[in-house]
């Protein structure tokens, strides 16, 4: 089982909305509506941002949203912010006989 | 509030064991399933295994199998995770992850980290 495979940076000025994609194959994205993204920042855990693909945990901005189409699942962060710099994973639930969870590559976002 | 409080930094030669503690405070402990995820240094998130809220019940990720045990002491609201045969490769940061209730397929909650280096 091979890690869902993300950007390894996406750049944004400040104000503009990007978007990161997550694909992954029908043993987990595509297969399940149970995708999730954290945001780490440098030396600190993650931090949930999205779960079940869309959903936003109490306290999150909705400048970020989730989505998914066939295998691929995607964040947007829009209106980008300088505390937006950080690293994002995606995550999924998969039925592969070797593990339960696959995460991400990761991706760098930075702000201009 | 929710915390999960991680034991702090070990240092370990090759071949020896690890055991991890995680201990959770401003919830029902025995209410939600418990992860480990590792971060070796400058790369991704690794899932590792998980518990059932009761403790009865494990699963692991194929690729540490054999060498993981995660526990949970219900009477101390403690998560334990044991890694054995430690490599250089083992080197990495070391996060419990609470999963909400009822069972959501994802990680609401994180330790702050325990940095396990394995140096001979």
């Known amino acids: 089982q091979s890690a869902l495979t993300q950007p390894a940076s996406v750049s944004g000025s400040p104000g503009q909305s990007i978007t990161i994609s997550c694909t992954g194959t029908t043993s987990d994205v595509g297969g399940y509506n149970y995708v999730s993204w954290y945001q780490q920042h440098p030396g600190k855990a993650p931090k949930l941002m999205i779960y079940d693909v869309s959903d936003r945990p109490s306290g999150i901005s909705n400048r970020f949203s989730g989505s998914k189409s066939g295998n691929t699942a995607s964040l947007t962060i829009s209106g980008l912010q300088a505390e937006d710099e950080a690293d994002y994973y995606c995550?999924?639930?998969?039925?592969?006989?070797?593990?339960?969870?696959?995460f991400g590559t990761g991706t760098k976002v930075t702000v201009l | 509030q929710v915390q999960l409080v991680q034991s702090g930094a070990e240092v370990k030669k090759p071949g020896a064991s690890v055991r991890l503690s995680c201990k959770a405070s401003?919830?029902?402990?025995?209410?939600?399933?418990m992860h480990w995820v590792r971060q070796a240094p400058g790369q991704g998130l690794e899932w590792m295994g998980v518990i059932n809220p009761s403790g009865d019940a494990t699963s692991y990720a194929q690729s540490f199998q054999g060498r993981v045990t995660v526990t949970r002491d219900s009477s101390t609201s403690t998560l334990y995770m044991e890694l054995t045969s430690l490599t250089s490769e083992d080197t990495a940061v070391y996060y419990c992850?609470?999963?909400?209730?009822?069972?959501?397929?994802?990680?609401?909650?994180w330790g702050q980290g325990t940095l396990v280096t394995v140096s001979s």
């Open positions: 995550s999924s639930y998969t039925s592969s006989s070797t593990l339960s969870y696959v």
């Open positions: 992850a609470r999963e909400p209730t009822p069972a959501r397929k994802n990680f609401d909650f």
């Open positions: 401003g919830y029902t402990f025995t209410s939600h399933f």
